[in-house]
Nanobody, 122 residues
Framework: QVKLVESGGGQVQAGGSRRLSCAAS????????IAWFRQAPGKDREFVAAVSRNGSTFYTDSVKGRFFISRDNAKTTVYLQMNSLKPEDTAVYYC????????????????WGQGTQVTVSS
């Protein structure tokens, strides 16, 4: 059974940091791209970052230089280190998997976690 479980969310003040984890199980983790998306109230789910099978990383412009994605294939876990957080980063953060190439569209990913809330206060 494919499973993606996010953790690490919570409340943080603007300028602070938070590290999210996405623990995967039930599939061949190293052969999949893992991405982070986020969804704020009343908004569409948006791409945040992704890490490919060979470790290449991709970011949306608004988080470049602040967020860093990494993967540990031995632990079947992907991390999202979020620094210099802003109130506009407040959202539910989801991880998702996809085979083949990185895609910024949520519809391209076939399995999702339940999400973890990140709230950044000013």
């Amino acid at each position: 059974q494919v499973k993606l479980v996010e953790s690490g969310g919570g409340q943080v003040q603007a300028g602070g940091s938070r590290r999210l984890s996405c623990a995967a199980s039930g599939f061949s983790f190293s052969t999949y791209i893992i991405a982070w998306f986020r969804q704020a109230p009343g908004k569409d789910r948006e791409f945040v970052a992704a890490v490919s099978r060979n470790g290449s990383t991709f970011y949306t412009d608004s988080v470049k230089g602040r967020f860093f994605i990494s993967r540990d294939n031995a632990k079947t876990t992907v991390y999202l280190q979020m620094n210099s957080l802003k109130p506009e980063d407040t959202a539910v953060y989801y991880c998702a998997r996809r085979v083949a190439t990185v895609d910024v569209g949520a519809g391209a990913y076939d399995s999702w976690g339940q999400g973890t809330q990140v709230t950044v206060s000013s």
